[in-house]
């Protein structure tokens, strides 16, 4: 997360856990601000990218997998900090959007190219723009920012975690990436079906104003 309203504030389980309260309230004294957190998440997605493209030894493919999943504990953080902590700054929606952006392109695009179809990279990428655009879309002309659907942030990267586990056993056994190909597969499937229940949804909303 970024530093938000928390009308537009993404609901996420974990930000009620006891370690994500301590590490943010570690944090939020410090000199480490809400934007600079979320710039940390593109410098994770980058290294799981990296290690996503470059082989798809075992051992590469976990690190990918902790490297997403570092990338969604910096979302978390920096919206913790920013509200929870007092540190939000009005460039702060900047900062909530734009670094999730570039970070779902690094991974899903790597993703696409590993797994030898990089145009199911390339269109997970663009449905996830989308799903956040409807998103945000609704938020501009006074609706709350719709965070439903199948296929949101948290379950993209669910579901590519869960692809990077499933190729490093499938690497051991086979030359194969059907595990990348499924979850590529899986995450544009989603992504386009949440873009059309949040755009029906947009659609409802601004009807019954």
Known sequence: MGEEEDASRRPIASRSSSWAIAMS???????????SISLF??????????LIVLTTHPIAMIGAA???QLRLVCNLLDGMVA??????????????EFPDRVADSLLLVTAGYACGFPWLGWLSV???????YVRVFGGSVGLAQDFSGI???QRRMAVLTAGLVAQSV????SASHWSLILSSAIIATGSLVTCITRTITLSHSLESL
């Open 25 to 35: 309230a570690w944090l939020a004294p410090s000199g480490v601000t809400p934007n």
């Open 41 to 50: 998440s593109i410098l994770f997605a980058a290294t799981g990218a990296a």
């Open 66 to 68: 902790v490297s997403v």
């Open 83 to 96: 509200i929870e902590g007092g540190k939000k700054t009005k460039r702060g929606a900047i900062y909530n």
């Open 126 to 132: 663009l449905l996830a723009a989308l799903t956040a």
């Open 151 to 153: 296929m949101s942030k």
């Open 170 to 173: 499938e690497t051991l056994v």
